[in-house]
Protein backbone atom coordinates (compact mmCIF):
# COMPACT_ATOMS: atom_id res chain seq x y z
CA UNK A 1 0.00 0.00 0.00
CA UNK A 2 1.15 3.35 -0.71
CA UNK A 3 0.00 5.02 2.23
CA UNK A 4 2.26 2.90 4.05
CA UNK A 5 5.23 2.87 1.91
CA UNK A 6 5.09 6.34 2.00
CA UNK A 7 3.91 7.77 5.30
CA UNK A 8 6.57 9.71 7.37
CA UNK A 9 8.49 7.87 9.54
CA UNK A 10 10.21 11.06 11.31
CA UNK A 11 9.65 14.84 11.45
CA UNK A 12 11.84 15.66 9.05
CA UNK A 13 9.77 13.50 5.87
CA UNK A 14 6.79 15.60 6.83
CA UNK A 15 5.81 17.39 3.71
CA UNK A 16 5.76 21.04 4.66
CA UNK A 17 4.92 22.52 8.08
CA UNK A 18 8.76 23.05 9.26
CA UNK A 19 7.90 26.30 11.22
CA UNK A 20 5.22 24.56 12.60
CA UNK A 21 7.42 21.60 13.95
CA UNK A 22 9.99 23.97 14.69
CA UNK A 23 7.37 25.74 17.47
CA UNK A 24 6.23 22.21 18.68
CA UNK A 25 9.78 20.92 19.14
CA UNK A 26 10.74 24.01 21.22
CA UNK A 27 7.34 23.73 23.13
CA UNK A 28 8.83 19.79 24.03
CA UNK A 29 12.21 20.80 24.73
CA UNK A 30 11.30 23.19 27.25
CA UNK A 31 9.96 21.08 29.69
CA UNK A 32 7.34 23.35 31.00
CA UNK A 33 3.96 22.00 30.12
CA UNK A 34 1.58 24.42 32.11
CA UNK A 35 0.30 25.25 28.87
CA UNK A 36 -0.88 22.53 26.31
CA UNK A 37 -0.44 22.64 22.72
CA UNK A 38 -3.42 22.52 20.71
CA UNK A 39 -3.16 21.74 16.53
CA UNK A 40 -5.71 23.01 14.48
CA UNK A 41 -6.12 22.74 11.05
CA UNK A 42 -8.03 21.07 7.98
CA UNK A 43 -8.06 17.30 7.62
CA UNK A 44 -5.50 15.64 6.02
CA UNK A 45 -2.96 18.15 7.38
CA UNK A 46 -0.82 15.87 9.55
CA UNK A 47 -1.58 17.23 12.67
CA UNK A 48 -1.90 13.73 14.57
CA UNK A 49 1.03 12.15 12.35
CA UNK A 50 3.20 15.22 14.15
CA UNK A 51 2.08 14.90 17.27
CA UNK A 52 2.96 10.61 17.35
CA UNK A 53 6.15 11.41 15.69
CA UNK A 54 7.20 14.33 18.07
CA UNK A 55 6.54 12.13 20.80
CA UNK A 56 8.44 8.83 19.69
CA UNK A 57 11.51 11.81 18.79
CA UNK A 58 11.17 12.98 22.08
CA UNK A 59 11.17 9.50 23.82
CA UNK A 60 7.50 9.56 25.43
CA UNK A 61 5.12 6.76 25.39
CA UNK A 62 1.55 7.63 23.64
CA UNK A 63 -1.58 8.03 25.63
CA UNK A 64 -4.28 8.43 22.98
CA UNK A 65 -8.10 9.65 23.73
CA UNK A 66 -10.57 10.30 20.88
CA UNK A 67 -13.48 12.97 21.83
CA UNK A 68 -15.14 11.40 18.80
CA UNK A 69 -15.45 8.03 20.93
CA UNK A 70 -14.90 9.12 23.90
CA UNK A 71 -16.94 12.78 24.57
CA UNK A 72 -16.16 12.67 28.33
CA UNK A 73 -12.74 12.52 28.35
CA UNK A 74 -11.19 12.63 32.21
CA UNK A 75 -7.52 13.23 32.53
CA UNK A 76 -5.88 11.66 35.30
CA UNK A 77 -2.56 13.05 36.10
CA UNK A 78 -2.04 12.01 39.65
CA UNK A 79 -0.91 8.46 37.74
CA UNK A 80 2.12 7.46 38.15
CA UNK A 81 3.70 6.36 35.24
CA UNK A 82 6.75 3.87 34.42
CA UNK A 83 7.41 5.75 30.97
CA UNK A 84 7.36 9.60 30.47
CA UNK A 85 3.95 10.16 28.53
CA UNK A 86 2.12 12.53 25.94
CA UNK A 87 -1.79 12.86 26.12
CA UNK A 88 -2.94 13.24 23.05
CA UNK A 89 -6.73 14.46 22.74
CA UNK A 90 -8.01 13.94 19.34
CA UNK A 91 -11.10 15.46 17.76
CA UNK A 92 -11.26 17.89 20.83
CA UNK A 93 -13.98 20.12 19.59
CA UNK A 94 -16.33 17.14 20.84
CA UNK A 95 -15.40 16.36 24.02
CA UNK A 96 -18.22 17.18 26.21
CA UNK A 97 -17.33 18.62 29.66
CA UNK A 98 -14.14 21.17 28.82
CA UNK A 99 -14.47 22.59 32.14
CA UNK A 100 -12.90 19.23 33.92
CA UNK A 101 -9.97 19.13 31.21
CA UNK A 102 -9.21 23.12 31.93
CA UNK A 103 -9.10 22.14 36.07
CA UNK A 104 -6.71 19.05 34.81
CA UNK A 105 -4.54 22.04 32.56
CA UNK A 106 -4.27 24.06 35.74
CA UNK A 107 -2.67 21.43 38.09
CA UNK A 108 -0.08 20.00 35.54
CA UNK A 109 3.05 20.60 35.16
CA UNK A 110 4.76 18.12 34.07
CA UNK A 111 3.00 15.92 31.33
CA UNK A 112 2.81 17.41 27.70
CA UNK A 113 -0.75 17.43 26.41
CA UNK A 114 -1.49 17.88 22.73
CA UNK A 115 -5.07 18.90 21.71
CA UNK A 116 -6.17 18.27 17.90
CA UNK A 117 -8.90 19.54 16.40
CA UNK A 118 -10.28 20.93 12.74
CA UNK A 119 -11.29 24.40 14.35
CA UNK A 120 -11.37 26.41 17.52
CA UNK A 121 -15.38 25.99 17.67
CA UNK A 122 -17.35 28.22 20.64
CA UNK A 123 -17.27 24.91 23.42
CA UNK A 124 -13.35 24.83 22.21
CA UNK A 125 -13.00 28.70 22.61
CA UNK A 126 -12.52 28.86 26.50
CA UNK A 127 -10.03 25.64 26.33
CA UNK A 128 -7.89 27.50 23.66
CA UNK A 129 -6.99 30.34 25.95
CA UNK A 130 -5.22 28.01 27.86
CA UNK A 131 -3.28 26.41 25.18
CA UNK A 132 -0.22 27.25 22.92
CA UNK A 133 -2.48 27.57 19.30
CA UNK A 134 -0.47 26.19 16.05
CA UNK A 135 -2.37 26.53 13.29
CA UNK A 136 -1.73 23.98 9.97
CA UNK A 137 -2.49 24.27 6.59
CA UNK A 138 -2.46 21.99 3.84
CA UNK A 139 0.76 22.50 1.63
CA UNK A 140 1.14 24.71 -1.64
CA UNK A 141 -0.20 23.06 -5.06
CA UNK A 142 3.30 22.70 -5.93
CA UNK A 143 5.29 21.28 -3.17
CA UNK A 144 1.52 18.38 -3.21
CA UNK A 145 2.23 18.40 -6.56
CA UNK A 146 6.06 17.74 -7.12
CA UNK A 147 6.19 15.18 -4.12
CA UNK A 148 3.02 13.31 -6.09
CA UNK A 149 4.76 13.15 -9.56
CA UNK A 150 8.33 11.81 -7.70
CA UNK A 151 5.75 9.20 -6.57
CA UNK A 152 4.14 8.16 -9.69
CA UNK A 153 7.97 8.36 -11.34
CA UNK A 154 9.20 6.08 -8.74
CA UNK A 155 6.24 3.75 -8.73
CA UNK A 156 6.25 3.80 -12.80
CA UNK A 157 2.69 4.29 -12.36
CA UNK A 158 0.28 5.16 -15.56
CA UNK A 159 -1.02 8.35 -14.65
CA UNK A 160 -1.81 11.26 -16.60
CA UNK A 161 -0.71 14.85 -15.45
CA UNK A 162 -4.42 16.00 -15.93
CA UNK A 163 -4.95 13.01 -13.25
CA UNK A 164 -2.17 14.58 -11.20
CA UNK A 165 -3.33 17.59 -11.34
CA UNK A 166 -7.26 17.37 -10.24
CA UNK A 167 -5.77 15.46 -7.56
CA UNK A 168 -3.60 17.56 -6.08
CA UNK A 169 -6.43 20.53 -6.12
CA UNK A 170 -8.09 18.52 -3.14
CA UNK A 171 -4.38 18.79 -0.67
CA UNK A 172 -5.08 15.91 1.19
CA UNK A 173 -1.86 13.91 0.25
CA UNK A 174 -3.08 10.68 2.00
CA UNK A 175 -6.42 10.91 -0.29
CA UNK A 176 -3.99 11.21 -3.44
CA UNK A 177 -1.95 8.09 -2.44
CA UNK A 178 -5.31 6.25 -1.99
CA UNK A 179 -6.40 7.45 -5.54
CA UNK A 180 -3.00 6.35 -7.27
CA UNK A 181 -3.05 3.43 -5.64
CA UNK A 182 -5.45 1.68 -8.27
CA UNK A 183 -2.70 2.12 -10.79
CA UNK A 184 -0.58 -0.56 -9.23
CA UNK A 185 -2.91 -2.43 -10.79
CA UNK A 186 -2.21 -2.40 -14.57
CA UNK A 187 -2.56 -0.31 -17.06
CA UNK A 188 -5.81 -1.24 -18.32
CA UNK A 189 -7.78 -1.83 -14.81
CA UNK A 190 -9.95 1.23 -14.82
CA UNK A 191 -12.90 0.00 -12.33
CA UNK A 192 -15.99 1.81 -11.38
CA UNK A 193 -17.39 0.31 -7.98
CA UNK A 194 -19.69 -1.67 -9.39
CA UNK A 195 -16.95 -3.49 -12.42
CA UNK A 196 -14.66 -3.34 -9.39
CA UNK A 197 -17.78 -5.78 -7.19
CA UNK A 198 -17.99 -8.03 -10.32
CA UNK A 199 -14.05 -8.63 -10.81
CA UNK A 200 -14.13 -9.12 -7.44
CA UNK A 201 -16.78 -11.58 -7.49
CA UNK A 202 -15.48 -13.75 -10.47
CA UNK A 203 -12.09 -14.02 -8.35
CA UNK A 204 -13.74 -14.92 -5.31
CA UNK A 205 -15.80 -17.42 -7.29
CA UNK A 206 -13.77 -19.04 -8.88
CA UNK A 207 -10.96 -18.89 -6.39
CA UNK A 208 -8.43 -16.91 -8.13
CA UNK A 209 -5.27 -15.19 -6.99
CA UNK A 210 -5.76 -13.41 -3.67
CA UNK A 211 -3.28 -10.83 -4.81
CA UNK A 212 -5.27 -10.07 -7.45
CA UNK A 213 -8.36 -10.07 -6.05
CA UNK A 214 -6.62 -7.52 -3.18
CA UNK A 215 -5.59 -5.30 -6.40
CA UNK A 216 -9.16 -5.35 -7.41
CA UNK A 217 -11.08 -4.61 -4.12
CA UNK A 218 -8.22 -1.14 -3.45
CA UNK A 219 -10.52 0.37 -6.12
CA UNK A 220 -12.96 1.94 -3.64
CA UNK A 221 -12.45 0.09 -0.42
CA UNK A 222 -14.75 2.24 1.25
CA UNK A 223 -17.58 1.07 -0.93
CA UNK A 224 -17.71 -2.44 -1.23
CA UNK A 225 -18.51 -3.63 2.29
CA UNK A 226 -21.34 -1.61 2.01
CA UNK A 227 -22.24 -3.94 -1.90
CA UNK A 228 -20.85 -7.20 0.08
CA UNK A 229 -23.02 -6.70 2.42
CA UNK A 230 -26.36 -6.05 1.06
CA UNK A 231 -25.65 -9.36 -1.12
CA UNK A 232 -24.36 -11.90 1.64
CA UNK A 233 -27.60 -12.93 2.50
CA UNK A 234 -28.25 -15.01 -0.77
CA UNK A 235 -24.52 -15.43 -1.81
CA UNK A 236 -23.41 -17.35 0.79
CA UNK A 237 -24.31 -21.07 1.96
CA UNK A 238 -26.53 -20.84 5.93
CA UNK A 239 -23.92 -22.64 7.25
CA UNK A 240 -21.20 -19.93 6.17
CA UNK A 241 -23.23 -17.25 7.29
CA UNK A 242 -21.92 -16.97 10.57
CA UNK A 243 -18.94 -16.74 9.20
CA UNK A 244 -19.21 -14.19 6.91
CA UNK A 245 -21.38 -12.17 8.99
CA UNK A 246 -18.05 -12.08 11.28
CA UNK A 247 -15.79 -10.74 8.98
CA UNK A 248 -18.32 -7.59 7.47
CA UNK A 249 -18.71 -6.87 11.57
CA UNK A 250 -14.49 -6.72 11.94
CA UNK A 251 -14.50 -4.61 8.54
CA UNK A 252 -17.07 -2.44 9.97
CA UNK A 253 -14.88 -1.40 13.15
CA UNK A 254 -12.20 -0.88 10.83
CA UNK A 255 -14.03 0.91 8.87
CA UNK A 256 -15.11 3.31 12.00
CA UNK A 257 -11.53 3.04 13.26
CA UNK A 258 -10.12 4.70 9.59
CA UNK A 259 -12.82 7.53 9.45
CA UNK A 260 -12.73 8.58 13.21
CA UNK A 261 -8.90 8.27 13.73
CA UNK A 262 -7.63 9.42 10.39
CA UNK A 263 -5.82 5.79 10.52
CA UNK A 264 -5.48 5.36 6.39
CA UNK A 265 -2.57 2.91 7.34
CA UNK A 266 -5.53 0.46 7.97
CA UNK A 267 -7.06 0.66 4.86
CA UNK A 268 -4.58 -2.17 3.71
CA UNK A 269 -6.16 -4.48 6.55
CA UNK A 270 -9.94 -3.14 5.56
CA UNK A 271 -9.09 -4.59 1.75
CA UNK A 272 -7.90 -7.22 2.70
CA UNK A 273 -11.12 -8.47 4.76
CA UNK A 274 -13.16 -7.31 1.60
CA UNK A 275 -11.27 -10.35 -0.21
CA UNK A 276 -12.26 -12.55 2.56
CA UNK A 277 -16.14 -12.01 3.19
CA UNK A 278 -15.70 -11.73 -0.53
CA UNK A 279 -14.02 -15.51 -0.48
CA UNK A 280 -16.91 -16.86 1.86
CA UNK A 281 -19.20 -16.73 -0.69
CA UNK A 282 -20.60 -19.91 -3.01
CA UNK A 283 -21.90 -17.82 -5.87
CA UNK A 284 -21.58 -15.01 -7.87
CA UNK A 285 -24.42 -12.39 -6.76
CA UNK A 286 -25.12 -8.67 -8.55
CA UNK A 287 -25.39 -5.92 -6.12
CA UNK A 288 -29.12 -5.12 -5.93
CA UNK A 289 -29.03 -1.35 -4.63
CA UNK A 290 -27.48 0.04 -8.44
CA UNK A 291 -31.18 -0.80 -9.24
CA UNK A 292 -33.00 0.96 -6.79
CA UNK A 293 -30.48 3.74 -7.06
CA UNK A 294 -31.48 4.03 -10.71
CA UNK A 295 -35.03 4.04 -9.92
CA UNK A 296 -34.87 7.19 -7.31
CA UNK A 297 -32.23 9.23 -9.55
CA UNK A 298 -32.97 13.00 -10.24
CA UNK A 299 -33.97 12.24 -13.55
CA UNK A 300 -35.96 9.31 -12.96
CA UNK A 301 -38.30 10.70 -10.36
CA UNK A 302 -38.23 14.10 -12.58
CA UNK A 303 -39.98 11.64 -15.34
CA UNK A 304 -42.12 9.92 -13.31
CA UNK A 305 -43.43 13.09 -11.85
CA UNK A 306 -43.99 14.06 -15.60
CA UNK A 307 -45.85 11.27 -15.69
CA UNK A 308 -48.34 11.95 -13.23
CA UNK A 309 -48.82 15.58 -14.33
CA UNK A 310 -49.65 14.09 -18.14
CA UNK A 311 -52.13 11.38 -16.67
CA UNK A 312 -53.72 14.36 -14.83
CA UNK A 313 -53.67 16.88 -17.70
CA UNK A 314 -56.04 17.25 -21.03
CA UNK A 315 -53.48 15.87 -23.19
CA UNK A 316 -53.46 12.10 -20.57
CA UNK A 317 -53.31 10.55 -24.24
CA UNK A 318 -49.55 12.09 -24.59
CA UNK A 319 -46.66 9.63 -23.00
CA UNK A 320 -44.07 12.13 -21.07
CA UNK A 321 -41.20 12.16 -23.43
CA UNK A 322 -43.73 13.93 -26.20
CA UNK A 323 -45.35 15.86 -23.81
CA UNK A 324 -41.75 17.02 -22.10
CA UNK A 325 -40.31 17.87 -25.89
CA UNK A 326 -43.91 19.46 -27.74
CA UNK A 327 -45.79 21.20 -24.71
CA UNK A 328 -43.06 22.06 -22.37
CA UNK A 329 -41.91 25.61 -23.85
CA UNK A 330 -45.21 26.87 -25.69
CA UNK A 331 -46.34 26.04 -21.76
CA UNK A 332 -43.67 28.42 -20.07
CA UNK A 333 -43.87 30.84 -22.76
CA UNK A 334 -47.91 30.93 -22.43
CA UNK A 335 -47.93 31.29 -18.17
CA UNK A 336 -44.38 32.99 -18.08
CA UNK A 337 -46.26 36.08 -20.36
CA UNK A 338 -49.76 35.84 -18.49
CA UNK A 339 -51.10 39.07 -17.15
CA UNK A 340 -52.60 36.12 -14.92
CA UNK A 341 -50.70 33.29 -14.61
CA UNK A 342 -52.94 31.61 -11.67
CA UNK A 343 -55.67 31.56 -13.96
CA UNK A 344 -54.05 30.02 -16.86
CA UNK A 345 -52.55 27.35 -14.93
CA UNK A 346 -56.67 26.48 -13.99
CA UNK A 347 -57.88 26.50 -17.17
CA UNK A 348 -55.06 24.64 -18.80
CA UNK A 349 -55.53 22.14 -15.59
CA UNK A 350 -51.83 22.42 -13.93
CA UNK A 351 -51.09 22.79 -10.37
CA UNK A 352 -49.10 25.33 -9.21
CA UNK A 353 -46.54 22.62 -8.01
CA UNK A 354 -46.93 20.66 -10.95
CA UNK A 355 -45.68 24.19 -13.14
CA UNK A 356 -42.82 24.97 -10.98
CA UNK A 357 -41.36 21.91 -9.67
CA UNK A 358 -41.97 19.62 -12.14
CA UNK A 359 -42.35 21.36 -15.95
CA UNK A 360 -40.16 24.40 -15.40
CA UNK A 361 -38.07 21.63 -14.26
CA UNK A 362 -38.03 20.17 -17.54
CA UNK A 363 -37.99 22.86 -19.95
CA UNK A 364 -35.30 22.85 -22.29
CA UNK A 365 -35.07 26.81 -22.40
CA UNK A 366 -37.10 28.31 -19.32
CA UNK A 367 -38.75 31.58 -19.33
CA UNK A 368 -36.88 33.97 -17.07
CA UNK A 369 -39.18 33.63 -13.79
CA UNK A 370 -37.89 35.65 -10.88
CA UNK A 371 -38.43 34.67 -7.13
CA UNK A 372 -41.09 38.08 -7.26
CA UNK A 373 -42.99 36.36 -10.20
CA UNK A 374 -43.05 33.03 -8.26
CA UNK A 375 -44.57 34.24 -4.81
CA UNK A 376 -46.70 36.81 -6.50
CA UNK A 377 -47.88 33.27 -8.47
CA UNK A 378 -48.35 31.51 -4.86
CA UNK A 379 -50.22 33.45 -3.54
CA UNK A 380 -52.74 34.34 -6.68
CA UNK A 381 -52.90 30.37 -7.07
CA UNK A 382 -53.44 29.75 -3.24
CA UNK A 383 -56.08 32.91 -3.08
CA UNK A 384 -59.53 31.78 -2.75
CA UNK A 385 -62.06 32.09 -6.16
CA UNK A 386 -64.23 35.27 -6.32
CA UNK A 387 -67.71 34.95 -5.57
CA UNK A 388 -70.54 35.73 -7.93
CA UNK A 389 -72.70 38.50 -6.08
CA UNK A 390 -76.11 38.93 -6.70
CA UNK A 391 -76.77 42.42 -7.23
CA UNK A 392 -79.94 43.11 -5.04
CA UNK A 393 -82.70 45.66 -6.86
CA UNK A 394 -83.40 48.70 -3.99
CA UNK A 395 -87.20 48.74 -3.33
CA UNK A 396 -88.77 51.50 -4.33
CA UNK A 397 -89.62 53.96 -2.80
CA UNK A 398 -93.81 55.16 -2.22
CA UNK A 399 -93.60 57.73 -3.80
CA UNK A 400 -91.98 56.71 -6.66
CA UNK A 401 -94.13 53.71 -6.67
CA UNK A 402 -97.38 56.28 -6.65
CA UNK A 403 -96.19 58.20 -9.91
CA UNK A 404 -95.72 54.81 -11.98
CA UNK A 405 -99.07 53.59 -10.98
CA UNK A 406 -100.67 57.02 -12.17
CA UNK A 407 -98.65 56.73 -15.41
CA UNK A 408 -99.74 53.41 -15.92
CA UNK A 409 -103.74 54.67 -15.77
CA UNK A 410 -103.09 57.48 -18.24
Known amino acids: MLLQKYKPRVLEEVLGHAQEIRRLRAWMDSGNYSMPALL ?76 IASEITYKLKTLAGYCLHIVFHHPSPNIIGEYIRNVVRKERLPVAEETVTSLVACADIRYILNNIQTYTSSKDATYTMYSAFNALMASATTKGSRTTAERVAETDAHMLPLMLYETYPVAVNPAD ?105 RELDITRDAYIDVIREQVLDPVPFSSAQKSALTRSYNAPPPTNKIERRRKPKKAQMNTQAHKNES
Open 241 to 345: ICRTADYLAAGDIIEQRVHHTHDWDLTSYSVSNNVSVAYTYKRKAPPSFPTWLGKNSTAQRKMRELKEVTSASANASTNPQTYRLDYMTPLDIIIGNSPAPAQTL
Open 40 to 115: TGPTGTGKTTIAHLLAYQSGYEIQEFNAATEPSIHINLTNKRLFPTVIIIDDADLISDTASIIAAIKSNKTIPIVL
